[in-house]
């Protein structure tokens, strides 16, 4: 409304049937660019109706009206005429603007000219003194996201909203409000009462919003000793648990200045969006369409009467994800005590759904489970396997495990523990089953680094796809250096995965084909060929698999994941796998545990363990039984 317009009125001696609309047409012009001040408007200065159209359309935000004279009329008195003024307005937010005509009254001076006459119901029709416009943004109902068999995972829950009410203080300094208020809830202390400080003395100034369970766990005497202290119920779409598959499903939060003006009109001050994974990938759908309303409001801002205009909100439509809450809980329960990174994934075989991607407390926020970047140790033993079998061998084919190994310059050792009676002549099974690491160390003159990228890749390793939320699904170069390529045979170098492609490589040996991960259930979210990616030059073959199940089976029958034959059927299948990194001695170790069971296959990983079998068996024991007892049940 800043605009200035140049607009003088002149006069004529003589008067045509075009005069009066012309002089209609300057204030139409003038209220569109939002400058009425050179205007004369008879006995109101221009000046002044300039500063009362300021504060009426104060309240309309950025709006800018566009005003036309659509009709100029006799109004039944000589020597007066009433103009029709056309008026839209484009609201932020809204999808229709808001259309209305309104009258202004011409009256002929004594010289002859058609002066326009001021009020407020010029821009409003029944607009009294003092009186003014809003609009106010009437946020859609966000839509939920929704879980396997349709369970709800995020709704509109109760919350807490904590803050300093400045108009409270009672004297009280803002700063000292602000510090006993930020150590009650453990914030950061410093920001927050730079916030309350700087906000104005009516000001609320939100500390952060607490879930109920939250809320009722603060230290009642503590809380009530914060000076200006306001606790504001309200509603926001949350997870059934705070942390709940946070890196997955995201979260949502106010729009920034930046969003709004990068929305192209979609977005309002105050408007929600989503933040991070489903939330923010399908926040179109989910955040359906803002409603507008327009009110006359008095001196006070209270509004009076029925709304001006009213475009009614549309809620937001549902998103249905794959996440089983049961499962999602269990792993995030186990995980609660690592201080190490750490991570569980379960993908289903025979549908691709990933039902559970959890990250525990030594995470700090970051998604290890999909993005995690970790040499897989001997896990990768399970590739280097393939591999073989494509250059003929078969789970009983006979290979050499000697103590330790020469490759490319590199002394290759077994692990300490590694039992004796399986060392020397021994087939590829019970070398898979107690991970010999020189049997696989000494294919590396046999398969080239090209053959095991080709091999890796048949498990989904590296694959693309789009799960819907940011993912990290494996790295395996396809040229190596001799002496990276040797320790690439075991899972070492430069070869990297994430927990979920480990599951995922996992799954696709059970299912006996490429099984790629999926979580967005919704149809016509994704594109199926985005989703489904190119797909490997040498797939997996079902015969191919089932090898690889019987001699994965061995690791549990007979090998490093006896502790799964506690599950019920006896069937799991899985491997092991410890990667060193750092450059400490002994260096530090990655755990690694892949399994599948009664189609679920997982990942466990901890970033900072012991070896797989110590650290991952018992956690992924205790997921596959507790999935098994959820089926039971």
């Known amino acids: 409304m800043a605009l200035s317009a140049a607009l003088l009125v002149t006069g004529c001696s003589v008067l045509s049937p075009d005069d009066a609309r012309e002089a209609a047409e300057r204030v139409a012009t003038a209220l569109g660019a939002g400058s009425v001040e050179e205007l004369s408007f008879g006995d109101v200065e221009g000046a002044s109706a300039q500063a009362q159209y300021e504060r009426i359309t104060a309240g309309l935000g950025e709006a800018a009206p566009a005003v036309e004279v659509s009709a100029v009329e006799d109004a039944g008195e000589e020597g007066r005429r009433e103009a029709t003024l056309s008026w839209s307005w484009d609201l932020p937010g809204a999808e229709q603007d808001w259309a209305y005509d309104s009258v202004l009254p011409l009256v002929r001076s004594g010289s002859g000219e058609w002066v326009p006459e001021w009020s407020p119901a010029v821009v409003q029709p029944g607009l009294a003194e003092g009186e003014a416009l809003r609009a106010r943004t009437v946020a859609a109902d966000r839509g939920d996201i929704l879980g396997a068999g349709g369970e709800t995972l995020v709704t509109e829950r109760p919350i807490r909203r904590v803050g300093i009410d400045r108009s409270q203080l009672e004297g009280a300094e803002p700063e000292e409000a602000a510090r006993r208020l930020a150590a009650a809830v453990d914030l950061d202390a410093d920001a927050y009462a730079t916030a309350v400080e700087e906000a104005g003395p009516e000001a609320f100034v939100e500390a952060l919003p607490l879930r109920e369970e939250d809320f009722r766990e603060l230290d009642a005497e503590q809380m009530a000793a914060v000076p200006g202290l306001l606790v504001v119920e309200d509603e926001m779409p949350l997870a059934p648990a705070r942390g709940f598959a946070a890196d997955l499903l995201g979260g949502v939060a106010e729009a920034t200045a930046e969003d709004v003006a990068d929305s192209g009109g979609e977005l309002a001050p105050g408007a929600t969006v989503g933040r991070g994974g489903v939330q923010e990938r399908f926040d179109d759908r989910l955040r359906g369409t803002p409603g507008v309303v327009v009110e006359e409001i008095g001196e006070e801002a209270v509004a009076g009467g029925e709304p001006l205009f009213e475009v009614p909100a549309q809620a937001g439509e549902p998103v249905t994800v794959t996440l089983d809450r049961g499962l999602q809980t269990t792993a995030e329960e186990l995980l609660a005590g690592i201080e190490s990174p750490s991570a569980v994934v379960a993908v289903r075989p025979s549908t691709g759904e990933l039902v559970a991607s959890a990250n525990?407390?030594?995470?700090?926020?970051?998604?290890?489970a999909l993005l995690g970047q970790y040499a897989p140790g001997s896990t990768f033993k399970v590739v280097t396997a393939l591999g073989m079998l494509r250059k003929g061998d078969t789970p009983a084919t006979v290979v050499q495990c000697p103590p330790s190994t020469t490759a490319a310059g590199v002394r290759i050792d077994n692990v300490e523990s590694y039992p004796d009676e399986f060392t020397g002549p021994i087939t590829l099974t019970e070398s898979l089953a107690h991970s010999c690491?020189?049997?696989?160390?000494?294919?590396?003159?046999?398969i080239s680094q090209a053959e095991l990228a080709e091999a890796a890749a048949a498990l989904g390793i590296g694959a693309g796809t789009d799960l819907g939320a940011p993912v990290f699904s494996g790295s395996v170069p396809e040229e190596e250096e001799p002496a990276q390529h040797a320790v690439a045979m075991?899972?070492?170098?430069?070869?990297?995965?994430?927990?979920?492609s480990m599951a995922n490589l996992t799954a696709s040996v059970a299912a006996g084909e490429l099984v790629t991960p999926r979580l967005v259930s919704t149809e016509g979210l994704l594109e199926e060929d985005?989703?489904?990616?190119?797909?490997p030059e040498e797939p997996l073959t079902a015969e191919e698999a089932e090898q690889l199940r019987t001699m994965m089976r061995a690791v549990v029958s007979s090998g490093h994941l006896g502790v799964l034959q506690e599950l019920e059927p006896d069937t799991a299948i899985g491997k092991t796998g410890t990667a060193e990194f750092g450059d400490e001695d002994p260096p530090r170790t990655h755990s690694w545990v892949i399994a599948e069971h009664e189609d679920l296959a997982v990942a466990v990983f901890v970033e900072d363990g012991d070896l797989g079998s110590v650290t991952g068996g018992p956690l992924m024991r205790d997921f596959l039984a507790a999935a098994s007892a959820s089926r039971e049940g």
């Open 360 to 368: 525990g407390p030594g995470s700090e926020g970051y998604s290890t």
């Open 437 to 446: 690491n020189t049997s696989f160390v000494d294919q590396h003159d046999r």
């Open 490 to 500: 075991f899972g070492q170098g430069r070869t990297l995965v994430s927990p979920l």
């Open 530 to 535: 985005a989703t489904a990616g190119p797909g």
